[in-house]
């Protein structure tokens, strides 16, 4: 069963406004994680944010926020006032309970394409 | 940057042939990953080590084995390259309930 969904293959965004990126999950733990990795071009992975289960604030990192919902099983990332810059690869991810190995599981990425 | 460093960063080997991919880390982290990254599946999964002389099969075990003698360096063995097996491998380590961090990766061809 896939375990994190990102519904859109791609999506385009005008410079300096908000865009967000979709994740769903699915998990029968209680304790889990979630995570956000940017990819540019360039190819290097890149950790941008992270949210824990228990955690009841969503998490923010400058201009990236994790708008967690819970009961919906959704993780999306919001990016503000995106810049040229972001314009990349976006994945989700999970670890489940850490008796697993602190393993992550990935959706299969949104590319993000900001227009001047 | 996280110290984790990828060798070699290309590869092109013929189908059959025996390959050996290699991650070093300065970080002292207990776990240390091998993913490899395809078109339309994200990064998957092939091995990980919790420590020295322990590791585990990741989802797509099938044709790798891996081996960790040391804290630092944990290898990726093809055992007979695929043509299946072209692909983009990160490295990644960690340490306990913290996020992975990657190495820039390795882009292998099978032909």
């Known amino acids: 069963a896939q375990k994190i969904t990102q519904t859109q293959p791609g999506m385009f965004v005008q410079e300096k406004e908000a865009v967000t990126l979709d994740c769903t999950y699915d998990t029968s733990d209680q304790s889990y994680g979630l995570f956000w990795y940017k990819q540019p071009s360039s190819g290097e992975m890149i950790f941008l944010i992270y949210q824990g289960s228990y955690d009841e604030q969503n998490a923010t990192e400058g201009r990236y926020s994790l708008n967690f919902q819970k009961a919906r099983k959704s993780a999306n990332l919001v990016i503000s006032a995106s810049q040229l810059g972001d314009s990349a690869m976006y994945f989700c991810a999970m670890r489940e309970s850490l008796e697993y190995g602190n393993k992550l599981v990935f959706g299969a990425g949104t590319i993000l394409r900001v227009k001047s | 940057d996280a110290g984790i460093t990828q060798s070699p960063r290309h590869k092109v080997t013929e189908t059959g042939t025996p390959v050996t991919l290699r991650c070093h880390q300065t970080?002292?982290?207990?776990?240390m990953y091998w993913y490899r990254q395809d078109p339309g599946h994200g990064l998957r999964l092939i091995h990980y080590s919790y420590g020295v002389k322990d590791t585990d099969k990741g989802e797509v075990s099938d044709g790798y084995s891996v081996s960790r003698s040391k804290t630092e360096d944990f290898l990726l063995t093809l055992e007979s390259a695929t043509s299946s097996q072209t692909s983009v491998y990160f490295c990644a380590i960690s340490g306990i309930n913290s996020p992975l961090h990657f190495g820039n990766g390795t882009r292998l061809t099978v032909t």
């Open positions: 970080e002292n982290h207990r776990y």
